[in-house]
């Protein structure tokens, strides 16, 4: 079965950095775009940043500069950099992938960016 598994999220000082991961099994990676996305407390989800099948990325204007998405395909992974982090980063950052009819979340990693 698809399975996106994620994993590098906890809790940082304003400023630092994490290095999200994301494990993709079960699909054609390589066909999917792939995408982070973000859940605070009493908000709705957001996109973070996504990556094409091809490579192009795009990113929201809150991350832009800061964060910074890409991916294996031999190794069926996309990850997102993250860098100088704010308090308003702190999510639950959820992984995604999209092809055509196909769409698959993964169950989360939590981002708490606090002194």
């Known amino acids: 079965q698809v399975q996106l598994v994620e994993s590098g999220g906890g809790l940082v000082q304003p400023g630092g950095s994490l290095r999200l991961s994301c494990a993709a099994s079960?699909?054609?990676?390589?066909?999917?775009?792939m995408g982070w996305y973000r859940q605070a407390p009493g908000k709705q989800r957001e996109l973070v940043a996504v990556i094409s099948r091809f490579g192009s990325t795009n990113y929201a204007d809150s991350v832009k500069g800061r964060f910074s998405i890409s991916r294996d395909n031999a190794k069926n992974t996309v990850s997102l950099q993250m860098n100088s982090l704010k308090p308003e980063d702190t999510a639950n950052y959820y992984c995604?992938?999209?092809?055509?009819?196909?769409?698959?979340w993964g169950q989360g990693t939590q981002v708490t960016v606090s002194s």
């Open positions: 995604r992938g999209t092809f055509n009819m196909y769409d698959y």
């Open positions: 079960g699909i054609i990676f390589s066909s999917y775009a």
